[in-house]
């Protein structure tokens, strides 16, 4: 396969590193809150923003369950746990707050909740998957083409892969391609190869464009000799 591969084995989203600061799809009505809470974690006052992050959590804002199980995550707050986080995140997720799923997903993958549990963390990332996260699809992807806690199932692989290549990831872009090339997972052909390559090349892919020459002499050699039959 190509080299493409050797970049997911080890995939790390860190979606824990950072808050939302976008306000999710049926979060409640305390947008201005929020963003004010957001505000202060910005500007560095911490205690404020856990506060306020706290408050809105209670009342059941899923960004404010998220940003907060963030802070516990990165050690922000005096009694930051993995444990409050965690059940934050499945809060959140349970909202259909999707970088909630991808950052469960991840603290699996990563051992982060006190064991590595790849069979969970395929769980998450294929909730975010199915709710159209392109990083979600990647990792679904990259666990079915691994067997790395899922089945290995290169069908699957190559599903997950279409749909976050779709979605505009370069990295599934190249992969798609050679999996058509190979006649992995999907039946080999050299055009669909060809045609998700230029999109990788077209999207600043550095191999992309070596291997789309490669396919189009290959589709040219193969041309020539059904011409001579």
Not at 99 to 120: C, M, T, Y
Not at 150 to 158: F, G, L, S, T, V
Not at 205 to 218: C, L, N
């Amino acid at each position: 396969m190509p080299r493409r591969t050797a970049l997911l084995p080890l995939l790390t989203l860190t979606f824990w590193s950072a808050l939302a600061l976008a306000q999710p799809p049926g979060a409640g009505p305390q947008g201005v809150p929020v963003d004010r809470a957001i505000a202060a974690y910005a500007q560095g006052r911490l205690p404020e923003a856990a506060k306020a992050f706290q408050q809105l959590a209670a009342q059941g804002n899923a960004l404010a369950r998220y940003n907060l199980a963030m802070m516990h995550l990165r050690d922000e707050l005096p009694r930051s746990s993995a444990r409050s986080a965690r059940q934050l995140l499945e809060q959140a997720a349970g909202q259909g707050f999707v970088r909630a799923e991808l950052a469960l997903g991840e603290l699996h993958e990563q051992g982060r909740l006190g064991r590595v549990d790849l069979v969970q963390a395929q769980r998450w990332f294929l909730r975010a998957a199915e709710h159209g996260s392109v990083d979600g699809q990647v990792a679904v992807g990259t666990a079915f083409f691994l067997g790395r806690g899922a089945p290995k199932d290169m069908a699957q692989a190559a599903r997950w892969f279409r749909e976050a290549a779709t979605g505009g990831d370069v990295g599934a872009q190249y992969l798609l391609a050679s999996l058509y090339e190979q006649g992995d997972g999907v039946p080999r052909d050299l055009r669909l190869a060809r045609y998700w390559y230029d999109i990788a090349a077209r999207n600043g892919d550095e191999a992309a464009p070596f291997k789309r020459e490669e396919i189009d002499a290959r589709i040219e050699s193969e041309r020539q000799r059904q011409d001579e039959v």
